[in-house]
């Protein structure tokens, strides 16, 4: 059976055989997404072929769980986790990035609810179910950069193990559930909604147990826009009041992760841009300038000499190489 016959079966089973479908933008991965019409009523229908490495699984897991918290995941409609589609409550468009364009002098307001989100969430026990993003999983996660970015280098090759190293060292907070894809694109402002429901869920299925810095760093170093003046250290400053965290030994945990996530990202956009993806090669410089922001906290000054030694900079020239591979 096709691709396309499977959908229509699913939809019909649904109740949605008839309506109206308008295609909704993907991410990075092999996922892709409708707005469904039916009258004035709408849904989302998500098709995660499996043939594809895509599972339905993972999501339902973490939507489920988020979803008990009271949180605003998208109520699953229906579901048929063989095949791989989803049908979904429709959060409406206003990510973060939308209303932002709008009002941006919304960003405070957003980010700061959002920060409050994150204090609240990291006080419940995360779901057993999730893996772990300790050390070394991060250590490893870094790693594919010797792979994509800077095949072949064999400086590069020793900053998974460093990082891993470091984070042993500097964490000192129990780890929680963290959604990992924590950004603007990925956030839905619900305003009629109350306390840390009004932050609408997307993307969250490759969630893992993780420092609780790593969330609000996804949320304040975003690869794909700039963050005003000040709402970086603000919405820091807003976090550490509400969890009560060191802030001298967080900060520091904040900074590695930040470069990690950096130098992952890195990779990953490298290797997009092998896959026939030249659009992500123009965000580098932005996550090359939060990798140096990162770099700069004192305790990191192993990782920051073994960059500077092995890691070069995203420059013109070293992207058109890659727009020309």
């Not at 709008?102 to 609810?113: F, K, S, Y």
């Not at 490893?140 to 072949?152: F, I, M, N, V």
């Not at 170093?221 to 709402?231: E, I, K, N």
Request: charged share 20%; proline share 6%; with cysteine.
């Amino acid at each position: 059976m096709s691709r396309g016959a499977a959908m229509a079966d699913f939809l019909h089973a649904a109740g949605w055989a008839a309506a109206r479908a308008e295609v909704l933008a993907g991410d990075a991965s092999a996922r892709r997404y409708w707005r469904l019409w039916r009258g004035t009523e709408s849904a989302v229908l998500m098709d995660a072929d499996p043939a594809t490495g895509e599972a339905t699984g993972p999501f339902l897991a973490v939507g489920g769980w988020l979803l008990a918290q009271g949180y605003s995941a998208p109520r699953i409609l229906a579901a048929d986790e063989a095949a791989g589609f989803l049908l979904l409550e429709d959060l409406g468009d206003d990510t973060f990035g939308a209303v932002l364009a709008r009002e941006p002098a919304l960003e405070g307001v957003l980010i700061g609810a959002t920060a409050g989100f994150l204090a609240d969430m990291q006080q419940r026990s995360p779901p057993g179910f999730l893996k772990p993003g300790d050390g070394a999983a991060l250590g490893a996660l870094a790693g594919l950069l010797a792979e994509t970015y800077c095949a072949g280098s064999t400086g590069a090759q020793a900053i998974g193990p460093l990082i891993a190293g470091l984070h042993d060292r500097l964490t000192f907070l129990p780890p929680v559930a963290s959604l990992r894809d924590f950004h603007a694109g990925n956030l839905i402002w619900l305003p009629n909604r109350v306390g840390p429901s009004r932050i609408g869920l997307l993307d969250f299925q490759d969630a893992f147990i993780a420092d609780p810095a790593y969330d609000l760093v996804s949320l304040l170093q975003d690869a794909r826009r700039d963050m005003g003046p000040g709402v970086e250290a603000d919405a820091i400053c807003l976090y550490l009041g509400q969890t009560g965290h060191d802030e001298e030994r967080f900060r520091a945990v904040y900074a590695l992760i930040g470069a990690q996530r950096a130098l992952r990202i890195l990779a990953v956009f490298a290797r997009l841009a092998g896959a026939g993806k030249p659009q992500y090669l123009e965000l580098m410089p932005r996550v090359w300038g939060h990798l140096t922001r990162n770099l700069a906290h004192p305790a990191l000054a192993p990782l920051r000499h073994l960059v500077e030694e092995s890691v070069p900079e995203p420059t013109p020239g070293f992207r058109a190489r890659w727009r020309a591979a």
